[in-house]
């Protein structure tokens, strides 16, 4: 089972380009999240779904946007980068309902220069 | 804004020795999970509970929630290297969002041989 897969693993960025990290789940979970992983911070949400066609913003959303077509693929889009978005990104699913553990993907470690 | 406190932020003990980390909170919990994050990963879920005053036993890891729903501990009995890593706690709070969970900090546990 892949469970959640991320892609790219790394990535460096140039203040002011955009990029889109990706994430896909092969658990048929309806809920998707993205959170950022700062050190010494903890998880912040930046944007979560409940189902294709639906998302909301989390604690952190200024500079970041989401889409969810399919229940399989939650992208999240950078657009101009800027240093305060280097962090490790990590995206999760979860069935629906309370008291679901979350399965996470093994991030994304974006530096942006 | 609900908050989840967790104590220690850092712990180093030997191999052998036993420790208990604790997470705390001034709201009530419906849920409350447990995650070990080791580098380079994502968070890995440890334990769900929703009861209060439960205790869930994993092999040397107990887990207990307190009987108001405020807090809990995780205890490891006779540490092992293999124990090392990052513990996270995350709660779901009454009149949150469904499915979305609140991360402590966490607790960053070394355990030399």
């Known amino acids: 089972n892949a469970g959640v897969t991320q892609t790219p693993k790394f990535r460096i960025l140039k203040i002011g380009q955009s990029m889109t990290l990706q994430c896909t789940q092969d658990?048929?979970?309806?809920?998707m999240y993205w959170y950022r992983q700062d050190p010494g911070m903890g998880l912040k949400l930046i944007y979560y779904s409940v189902g294709a066609g639906i998302t909301d913003k989390g604690e952190v959303p200024n500079g970041y946007n989401v889409s969810r077509s399919t229940t399989e693929d939650f992208p999240l889009r950078l657009e101009l980068a800027a240093p305060s978005q280097t962090s490790v990104y990590f995206c999760?699913?979860?069935?629906?309902?309370?008291?679901?553990?979350?399965?996470f993907g093994s991030g994304t470690r974006l530096t942006v220069v | 804004t609900q908050l989840l406190e967790q104590s220690p932020q850092f712990l180093s003990i030997q191999e052998g020795e036993n420790l208990t980390v604790y997470c705390n909170s001034s709201?009530?919990?419906?849920?409350l999970q447990w995650y070990r994050q080791e580098p380079g990963e994502g968070p890995v879920l440890l334990v769900t509970?929703?009861?209060?005053?439960e205790v869930k036993k994993l092999k040397r890891l107990t887990f207990q929630f307190g009987d108001a729903r405020k807090d809990s501990s995780l205890h490891i009995t006779a540490a092992q290297p293999g124990d090392t890593g990052l513990y996270l706690c995350?709660?779901?709070?009454?009149?949150?969002?469904?499915?979305?969970?609140?991360f402590g900090k966490g607790t960053k546990l070394s355990v030399k041989p």
């Open positions: 995350a709660g779901e709070f009454y009149g949150g969002s469904q499915g979305n969970l609140i």
């Open positions: 709201s009530v919990f419906s849920s």
């Open positions: 509970v929703v009861t209060g005053g």
């Open positions: 658990m048929n979970h309806n809920y």
């Open positions: 999760a699913s979860s069935q629906a309902g309370m008291g679901y553990g979350y399965t």
